[in-house]
């Protein structure tokens, strides 16, 4: 209703016709006389003819949202009233028209504005009116070029937060993802960040490809052997994943020339079974566990530091205690063997080549030198006396690349004591046998195992022979051993404890009356 004039008993059709008539300056003349009668009903009619005269464009005051303002608080709420609905039907007039007249007018304003807020303001007054999806379009395309022309990520986050159902999502998403990611710092927690952020983005393949490249880059540029394996601990399925393990793999190969053991060296074999390096490393360490100065040699497992073995037997109910220490390198050699028997003490001491090829063994008392051939194999030993005194004390030849024959020069034995070997194609040493030059009819002649072990011992000394065979336990330890000699058979058994780590730490050998035990005490190198 109008403000400031009173209204009273004024012709409300007139008024009405005048305004549909567009004889604006008429009605609001005949709209401002002053009667004294006040009917409700009047007033009522007075407000209708405002809420028209306010949204007829040639009214100077032209005012659609006022219009709407009386239709929503005088109109609507007597919408029951007969003088108003007798009134509008007289006119053939309706509220819904009237309503509908305003809204439209109130759409072409914000039409005319033509800006997000207009629209905005047009859906917040008219939320049911039949304009409010063209307004959210042209609203919602208003904010798509306004994202696109300003191509900022403030843009397009605006977008996207306010029109989550557009049709242009889809685009805007992509625009906002690319922009983001140009602008991000080119650093993993950045592109980690994006992914996080942004997990349906179709740049998330880029982002995690730029990850590995940096995180391979890193790796790269510290160079270590924990760098790489951070790489592959945090990016298992790192794209440049061989060339990761490559690294780590030369990184253990460099490790063991630099500080060879032999667990570095079962490791790598273990962990690179196709390395290109296995060659070069079976090459230079691989003969380790072939010398019978290695610990595999008396059937030892694990990595052995040291190994003291105390034997006590009993002879005619006479103890007899000895004791012999052995330690070892981390390469599995033999260093020095320390023998304990009958108050007395020997000590030998074992040294190496560079390329782990026994050097010599010495004693306070002679010292052993042994030369090789080109493949590494002894060809002879040369002893060295207290005074000096140099004397070669066996020679050994090869054939078909094996050991042929071994001469031990024996004092007092012409022609020294020779040693035959027998091998079967595949080059597995089936059988040895012994003789002095002067008597070759006397032989001791011993075969072996495919695993290089002493199956059979026959000694022949003129028309005596005497046998020895051997049984093995599971553990390819010595279970028994039966002697033969003549028509006399005797077994000598073995029983065994053993540590975690499969060695034996006693051994008790029973032959007859007598029994001798052997307690060994072991120490191993541990590792990781």
């Not at 003129?462 to 093995?472: L, M, Q």
Request: hydrophobic letters at 25%.
């Amino acid at each position: 209703m109008g403000e400031g004039v009173a209204l009273h008993a004024q012709n409300p059709g007139q008024i009405y016709d005048l305004i549909i008539e567009k004889k604006i300056e008429k009605a609001i003349e005949k709209r401002n006389k002053i009667y004294d009668n006040e009917k409700k009903s009047d007033l009522l009619l007075i407000d209708l003819c405002d809420c028209l005269l306010f949204n007829t464009p040639e009214y100077k005051a032209y005012n659609p949202q006022k219009s709407y303002e009386i239709f929503n608080k005088s109109l609507l709420p007597n919408s029951k009233e007969r003088t108003l609905i007798k009134f509008l039907d007289k006119k053939n007039n309706s509220l819904d028209s009237i309503r509908t007249q305003i809204e439209q007018s109130l759409y072409k304003l914000a039409c005319r504005e033509n800006t997000e807020e207009s629209y905005a303001r047009f859906i917040d007054l008219c939320p049911q009116s039949k304009w409010v999806e063209p307004a959210a379009q042209k609203q919602e395309d208003i904010a798509y070029r306004q994202a696109i022309e300003k191509g900022t990520i403030e843009g397009y986050n605006y977008f996207l937060s306010h029109y989550a159902s557009s049709e242009h999502v889809v685009e805007i998403t992509r625009l906002a993802d690319k922009t983001t990611f140009a602008q991000l710092d080119n650093t993993i927690e950045a592109y980690k960040k994006f992914i996080e952020l942004y997990p349906q983005s179709p740049l998330i393949e880029e982002a995690q490809s730029r990850i590995y490249r940096l995180a391979y880059a890193q790796a790269r540029k510290t160079h270590t052997r924990e760098a790489y394996q951070q790489l592959l601990a945090e990016y298992p399925d790192h794209p440049m994943k061989e060339e990761a393990q490559s690294a780590i793999e030369s990184f253990d190969y460099l490790s063991i020339t630099q500080q060879p053991t032999q667990y570095a060296y079962d490791k790598f074999l273990r962990d690179y079974p196709n390395s290109t390096y296995i060659a070069p490393l079976n090459d230079w360490l691989g003969h380790l566990k072939k010398s019978y100065w290695h610990w595999s040699r008396i059937n030892l497992k694990g990595y052995v530091k040291s190994i003291q073995e105390t034997t006590i037997s009993r002879q005619n109910g006479k103890e007899i205690k000895s004791t012999v220490t052995s330690l070892y390198d981390q390469l599995g050699q033999l260093l020095l063997v320390e023998t304990k028997k009958n108050g007395k003490t020997e000590e030998k001491s074992y040294l190496y080549h560079p390329d782990f090829t026994l050097s010599t063994i010495s004693t306070p008392q002679w010292k052993k030198t042994y030369y090789y051939n080109n493949r590494r194999e002894i060809t002879r030993i040369v002893e060295t006396r207290e005074d000096g005194k140099e004397q070669e004390i066996c020679k050994l030849d090869y054939g078909n690349d094996r050991l042929a024959t071994r001469t031990d020069i024996i004092d007092g034995v012409k022609g020294g004591r020779k040693t035959e070997y027998t091998y079967n194609e595949a080059g597995d040493l089936i059988s040895s046998k012994s003789y002095n030059a002067a008597t070759p009819q006397n032989t001791t002649t011993t075969y072996y195992t495919p695993g290089g072990d002493v199956k059979l011992e026959i000694v022949i000394n003129g028309r005596s022979r005497r046998e020895k065979i051997y049984f093995y336990n599971e553990r390819n330890d010595v279970s028994k051993i039966t002697s033969v000699n003549g028509s006399q058979k005797e077994d000598s058994t073995f029983d065994y404890t053993y540590d975690e780590h499969g060695n034996w730490t006693t051994r008790i050998q029973y032959s007859g009356k007598e029994t001798t035990t052997t307690h060994r005490v072991i120490e191993y190198y541990t590792y990781e």
